[in-house]
């Protein structure tokens, strides 16, 4: 157990629509970056937070958004929801200081039919 | 031609064996090396990281890094079935805390 929680565990829904994905990081981690997983493009960076500031972008669709709220916990939000879409995203925080030194949440499977 | 290339596999061992996985890249300005270790449905495990060039060991894994061939590898020794997961290479640049991950090789290990 990594200690970052990741909710809900499994997703499924319809095209065109809307979901939220929660994280919260291990106790004391500022860094907080989300992942999106498929088995086309593999692991995938998709943005990171630091203490509620965006601190670096990836390859995040317009269609999807990110905060860190101030208990720092983060959700992630995917909007117009596409099949393509459908795919593991996985949320990870790093110690102050040790950045290269990244923990894993047990991911969201997304399905979107 | 991507980034970082890793063979996919699946490479099979026996039980006790020593395995070695590989990455080739591509963008020399790579300094941070990891990997990571993936069982099936589960989020990426950090197993260790080294910073540009050298060895570094943990247990039974040593993680080797050749900067002048852009080419990393992970060495298991006595490995063991609880191994066997898929092994995720990734690579950032200095600065950058952002990694840039291979496509990952399956590993099994029989007993």
Known sequence: ?113 | QKEVEQDPGPLSVPEGAIVSLNCTYSNSAFQYFMWYRQYSRKGPELLMYTYSSGNKEDGRFTAQVDKSSKYISLFIRDSQPSDSATYLCAMSVGGSYIPTFGRGTSLIVHP
Do not use: M
């Open chain 1, 1 to 113: 157990d990594s200690g970052v929680t990741q909710t809900p565990k499994h997703l499924i829904t319809a095209t065109g629509q809307r979901v939220t994905l929660r994280c919260s990081p291990r106790s004391g981690d500022l860094s907080v970056y989300w992942y999106q997983q498929s088995l086309d493009q593999g692991l995938q960076f998709l943005i990171q937070y630091y203490n509620g500031e965006e601190r670096a972008k990836g390859n995040i669709l317009e269609r999807f958004s990110a905060q860190q709220f101030p208990d720092l916990h983060s959700e992630l939000n995917l909007s117009s929801l596409e099949l393509g879409d459908s795919a593991l995203y996985f949320c990870a925080s790093s110690p102050l200081g040790e950045p290269y030194e990244q923990y894993f949440g047990p991911g969201t499977r997304l399905t979107v039919t």
